[in-house]
């Protein structure tokens, strides 16, 4: 699965990067997080409880930062083993940019995530749809996390990823031609899209 967005937070980019970098942040926005604990400079360990179809599972495993650059870009990466249930790995390229005369700051990432085991024999369409979904409820919280208001309306655009027009170079200035926009999500529409990871 691999998704690309972008999203406006109405706070300086300092203090979203900061965030970024914040295992207690990462946590609470995170669907299912059941601990986010440091293990070293760029290097965690999580456990997660998520539900995919008729699969639940809890998944225990290690996510990295890696290509950092404060306060601009990271990638974040990590997988983990759920038992019977299989395993499960993905990252996201993360890039800030500054707007221009104002308080906002402008969040591009392009996600991907694959599965293996027992989770990859109950179909693509519903783990895409439930890595999707995670994606969204994840950015959603964060961006109502720093903006201060839990009820915020998040609009979320969704970037077409054609090969030869979504690039590194794209993601970095955050900008990207109306008409490789795909029609943007919020967090309510992303609903729809798959099933959603449970809390513990």
């Known amino acids: 699965m691999e998704l690309a967005q972008r999203v406006r937070i109405p706070v ?7 965030a970024l970098n914040d295992p207690a942040i990462l946590k609470d926005c995170l669907p299912g997080c059941q601990s986010f604990d440091r293990t070293g ?3 965690f360990e999580v456990v997660l409880v998520a539900k995919v179809g008729p699969v639940k599972a809890t998944f ?15 990638r974040i990466s990590g997988s983990g ?37 027992k989770l990859a024999q109950i ?5 895409t749809g439930a ?12 961006v109502r996390s720093l903006s201060g208001d839990p009820l915020m309306e998040v609009e979320i ?33 992303a609903d729809k899209q798959g099933l959603q990871p449970q809390q513990g």
Request: net charge negative.
């Open 123 to 127: 179909g693509s369409r519903l783990v």
């Open 12 to 18: 300086v980019q300092s203090i979203v990067w900061n």
């Open 157 to 189: 655009e969704t970037l077409v990823l054609d090969k030869g027009v979504l690039d590194k170079g794209v993601l970095d200035k955050g900008v990207l031609d109306k008409s490789v926009l795909d029609k943007g999500v919020s967090g309510k529409d």
């Open 131 to 142: 890595a999707r979904k995670m994606a969204n409820d994840f950015f959603t919280g964060f």
């Open 81 to 117: 083993k759920g038992g019977v249930a299989g395993f499960a790995k993905g990252g996201a390229e993360v890039h800030l940019e500054s707007i221009e005369g104002s308080a906002v700051t402008l969040m591009s990432y392009q996600v991907t995530a694959s599965v293996g085991g």
């Open 41 to 43: 400079e760029n290097s």
């Open 60 to 74: 225990k495993g290690e996510v990295t930062l890696n290509d950092v650059i404060p306060p601009d870009s990271y």
